[in-house]
């Protein structure tokens, strides 16, 4: 693989098909998903049930209801999608308990969501703890080489911490994917960030159109995990991730997708005038604005290529 410039997530080169795109001229406008409502045809399926356990809640509305268990079902549909994302290789078994008085790696919680892997999962963390950071890149490449549906990079610390503060402040955003040969020449994807434990953040791609219809509801073809317990210690996090097969996004376009999310979330102080105008657009949708406007999105992510 080769690799980028330093402090940026190293990927091979994206096929001819993502390097040479022609004008996006035809835009079809697309409103704030996380801001607005939608009709909800689940919701409105199980109205009567939902009003009834309301009251027996002692709650004046669904809303109340939706609000008093939004923490249930953000755990529930996060847990639905990790365990959609089963990677092709096995997880080796748990290294032995053997002392190691200089092992400095950040502790995951006892209590982290069910079906979320760990980095322990992927790496045994006690061996790996003493190799240069070059050979622990070798080896988690080589762990996910034999998956064809996988996604895999290492990103440098200072490159995550940008990233994730970023996200913090703006935990959702649309991305474009090129489509040649549509009337639609730019299809939209809604991207979620969650933070489920101190050591790990998942990153959510959805279809935007899919999100608008189904809302919570709706599932996500692609899956990205950040590991941290090495951050510190080696100055790496290490990125994997899943593109589900059958819901109309190729491995290539889930590395387009994360390509765009590097570059509109690590654009940080920098005041170069691209950096400046994808910082906008972020701050834009967050705060649901309205002259946030897709047709600029656009011009940004096709000066990615």
């Given at each position: 693989?080769?690799?980028?410039?330093?402090?940026?997530?190293?990927?091979?080169?994206?096929?001819?098909?993502?390097?040479?795109?022609?004008?996006?001229?035809?835009?079809?406008?697309?409103?704030?998903?996380?801001?607005?409502?939608?009709?909800?045809?689940?919701?409105?399926?199980?109205?009567?049930?939902?009003?009834?356990?309301?009251?027996?809640?002692?709650?004046?509305?669904?809303?109340?209801?939706?609000?008093?268990?939004?923490?249930?079902i953000r755990s529930l549909r996060h847990e639905s999608a990790i365990a959609q994302t089963r990677p092709v290789v096995p997880a080796p078994p748990p290294p032995p308990v053997a002392p190691h008085a200089d092992l400095k790696i950040s502790k995951s919680p006892s209590t982290s969501p069910p079906g979320l892997k760990t980095l322990s999962a992927f790496l045994d963390l006690t061996?790996?703890?003493?190799?240069?950071?070059?050979?622990?890149?070798?080896?988690?490449?080589?762990?996910?080489?034999?998956?064809?549906?996988?996604?895999?990079?290492?990103?440098?610390s200072e490159t995550y911490t940008l990233l994730s503060s970023t996200a913090r402040r703006h935990p959702q955003f649309i991305l474009p994917l090129p489509r040649e040969g549509n009337d639609q020449?730019?299809?939209?994807?809604?991207?979620?960030?969650?933070?489920?434990?101190?050591?790990?953040?998942?990153?959510?791609?959805?279809?935007?159109?899919?999100?608008?219809?189904?809302?919570?509801?709706?599932?996500?073809?692609?899956?990205?995990?950040?590991h941290l317990d090495l951050k510190d210690s080696k100055g790496l996090v290490f990125l994997h991730g899943t593109v589900v097969s059958g819901r109309g996004v190729s491995v290539e376009e889930g590395k387009w997708l994360l390509m765009c999310l590097q570059k509109f979330y690590t654009a940080g102080n920098d005041k170069h005038m691209s950096s400046v105008a994808r910082r906008r657009l972020l701050e834009k949708f967050s705060t649901g604005a309205e002259d946030f406007r897709v047709e600029e999105l656009l011009e940004e992510a096709e000066k990615i290529v």
């Open positions: 693989m080769r690799p980028v410039a330093s402090g940026r997530l190293r990927w091979p080169l994206l096929p001819s098909t993502f390097r040479t795109q022609r004008r996006w001229a035809r835009v079809h406008d697309v409103r704030f998903v996380a801001t607005q409502g939608q009709f909800n045809p689940v919701l409105e399926k199980y109205r009567a049930k939902l009003d009834q356990k309301a009251k027996e809640e002692g709650l004046s509305s669904v809303s109340e209801l939706r609000e008093a268990y939004k923490d249930k061996k790996v703890i003493d190799l240069p950071p070059q050979e622990i890149e070798y080896i988690w490449r080589l762990r996910h080489a034999s998956s064809p549906n996988s996604l895999c990079a290492v990103i440098p020449p730019a299809e939209m994807h809604f991207l979620q960030w969650t933070f489920p434990s101190p050591t790990t953040s998942t990153v959510l791609f959805t279809h935007l159109a899919e999100y608008k219809l189904r809302g919570e509801y709706s599932q996500p073809h692609t899956t990205v995990t950040h």
